[in-house]
Nanobody
Framework: QVQLTESGGGLVQAGGSLRLSCAASGRTSSNIVMGWFRQAPGKEREFVGRVRWAGGNTYYADSVKGRFTISADNAKIAVYLQMSNLTPEDTAVYYC???????????????WGQGTQVTVSS
């Protein structure tokens, strides 16, 4: 069973940058797809982006395209979410999750981390 742990959240000013990490432990496979999601207060959890664990096949939500970058490091067994040009609308709890195939549907991600808070001040 794969376990995921996010880190790197915090408070940042609008226009700033932050990098989130998602460390995996347990059995992993290069075919696994790692997704990032976020949930703002009072809102549904939404898709942010995803990457295949082996690298490649990145895909982003329109709201973050051009500002966020997802990468995978097989040696460190970690996935990263580099966020730049942040706005207060990016404030949310960010989660990483694993799925057995390429998808953006949160219901198809079976393994989730505990989340890390990102707060962007104006």
């Amino acid at each position: 069973q794969v376990q995921l742990t996010e880190s790197g959240g915090g408070l940042v000013q609008a226009g700033g940058s932050l990098r989130l990490s998602c460390a995996a432990s347990g059995r992993t496979s290069s075919n696994i797809v790692m997704g990032w999601f976020r949930q703002a207060p009072g809102k549904e959890r939404e898709f942010v982006g995803r990457v295949r664990w082996a690298g490649g096949n990145t895909y982003y939500a329109d709201s973050v395209k051009g500002r966020f970058t997802i990468s995978a490091d097989n040696a460190k067994i970690a996935v990263y979410l580099q966020m730049s040009n942040l706005t207060p609308e990016d404030t949310a709890v960010y989660y990483c999750a694993g799925a057995p195939y390429l998808t953006i549907q949160k219901s198809e991600y079976g393994v989730w981390g505990q989340g890390t808070q990102v707060t962007v001040s104006s």
